[in-house]
C-alpha cells in the first residue's frame, strides 16, 4: 500500500472510494510498466524529501534499494538533488540511504574540476540550443554560483551510476510534485533527449498524485503536450 501511517487505516476503513483509488495506484507503483518499480519509488523518495518528509522519504528509500535500485545509483539521485533542491534535500536522501543499511561513504574526494567561462558556455549550448539568458546573468555577477550549476547539472544528469534518462525522469517527478510547468517541460525535452519514451514522462509525473494531490497532473499534462508539440 501507499504507506503504513495509522491514519491511513483509518481513510481507508471510513472510505471504499479511497481504498479502490489508493489500491489502483498502489498497484502501478509497485509494478514493472514503462518504468520499473524501483525507478517509481526512487521518484517518490525524492518527492518525499523535497516536501521534507523523513519518514515517508526513508519509508521509499528502503522501497527502491529493495527492488533492486543500485546503492551507487541511490547516492547518485542523492547528489543529483543537490542541484535541483538544496543541501537540506540532498542530505535526506542521504539519510534515508544510511537508514535503509547501507554505510556512508569515508573516501577522500580531490577537487580537480575547474571549467573555464568558454566551456561552461559551450555544455549549456550544447543543451538548450543556445545560450539561456539566465546562464549568462548568473555567471556575469556570481560566477561561483555558475560553476556550482555546470558542474552538478553536468554530472548529475550526463553520467554516473543514475542512467541519464533515469536522473531527468526523478527531475520531472520531482517537479510535478512543486507544480513547475516550466521546469517539468525542461526535464521532460531532457529524458526525451536521452531516451525516455511519452508513456514514461506521464508515469513519472503520476508518481507525484498521490503525494501531492491532482493538481500535480495540470502542470505536467500541458509540459508533456507542449513538449510533444515542439517534437
Known sequence: MLGNAPWLGDLLASSSHAATSLEAMSDFLGTDTALKAREKYLFIAAISAVKGRPDATNEWM????????????ARHAAGLMLLSRGLEVSKLLFSAIQAAGHAPLTNEIITDEHPTRDEINEYFVSVFGQLPDRVTLLGDHVPGALVFYHVLRKSGLEAGALEPRIAELMVVAVNAGEYQRDYIAIHAA??????????????????????????????????????????
Open 190 to 231: 531532457g529524458a526525451l533527449k536521452k531516451g525516455a519514451d511519452e508513456r514514461q514522462l506521464v508515469e513519472a509525473c503520476v508518481c507525484a498524485i498521490p503525494f501531492t494531490g491532482i493538481a500535480a497532473w495540470f502542470p505536467a499534462a500541458e509540459a508533456i503536450l507542449g513538449v510533444r508539440a515542439k517534437s
Open 62 to 73: 528502503a522501497r527502491a534499494l529493495a527492488a533492486g535500485l543500485s546503492v551507487d545509483a
